[in-house]
């Protein structure tokens, strides 16, 4: 069965610095996406950055990167020049590109941004 | 609509009633999902459509939990005498259905089993 693991129940971090998230997942599909949702307090999933499993170059998106580690099942996410608004529940997700595409999402971690 | 549109935000239910939660996808969307979020806790799989086929229902906890979507487009949840290990939050989202989709979430629906 395909698992995410996200090992840091909270993190804190300062503000202007930088923090990076930790998942795992486990799989036997080669050909699949990874991603980083953001969940703040008012419920809406928001979409950080997303990697495809076939492509070797590591996802960013703006101040949002990745470490993509495809042998090791190891998807990090590093938030650069953090900020008040970066404060928020993130989840790790897994997409398979076969049968339904169901998501399947880590237990998350809470982010929390000092001034 | 611009968005997932889900309601309502938040259901207050006595124990064994039923409980019927909506969602509204974004217009065109193939694809729909419904998930469950215990408090914190990650958004577990419930239900999946591609239009108004059912094809994967896998992680419905039970028989008391029922989703349709007749016409393809807004779907409901319906949860039948519910128990107080139902109260969760309730996301639908929806996407395209190609393979380089984005998935758009709403809200959710909080709902509460007193």
């Known amino acids: 069965a395909q698992t995410v693991t996200q090992s840091q129940p909270e993190m804190s971090v300062q503000e202007a610095e930088t923090v990076t998230l930790s998942c795992t997942y486990d799989t036997s599909e080669s050909d699949y996406y990874l991603f980083w949702y953001k969940q703040p307090p008012s419920r809406q999933m928001i979409l950080v950055i997303r990697?495809?499993?076939?492509?070797?170059q590591n996802a960013t998106e703006n101040r949002f990167s990745v470490n993509f580690q495809k042998a090791a099942k190891s998807f990090s996410l590093k938030i650069s020049d953090s900020q008040l608004g970066d404060a928020a529940m993130y989840f790790c997700a897994y997409r398979p590109l076969s049968g339904t595409y169901k998501y399947i999402f880590g237990t998350g971690t809470r982010l929390k941004v000092l001034a | 609509g611009a968005g997932v549109s889900q309601s309502p935000r938040y259901k207050v239910a006595k124990r064994g009633q039923d409980v019927a939660l909506r969602c509204d996808p974004i217009?065109?969307?193939?694809?729909l999902f419904w998930y469950q979020q215990a408090l914190g806790q990650g958004p577990e799989f419930l239900t999946y459509f591609q239009n108004e086929a059912q094809l994967d229902k896998s992680g419905l906890p039970s028989d008391r939990f029922f989703a349709e979507r007749p016409e393809g487009s807004v779907s409901t949840l319906k949860i039948q005498r519910t128990q107080q290990e139902d109260s969760a939050v309730y996301l639908c989202a929806s996407s395209s259905g190609r393979r380089n989709e984005k998935l758009f979430f709403g809200s959710g629906t909080q709902l509460s089993v007193l």
């Open positions: 217009s065109g969307h193939v694809s």
């Open positions: 990697q495809e499993a076939y492509k070797q």
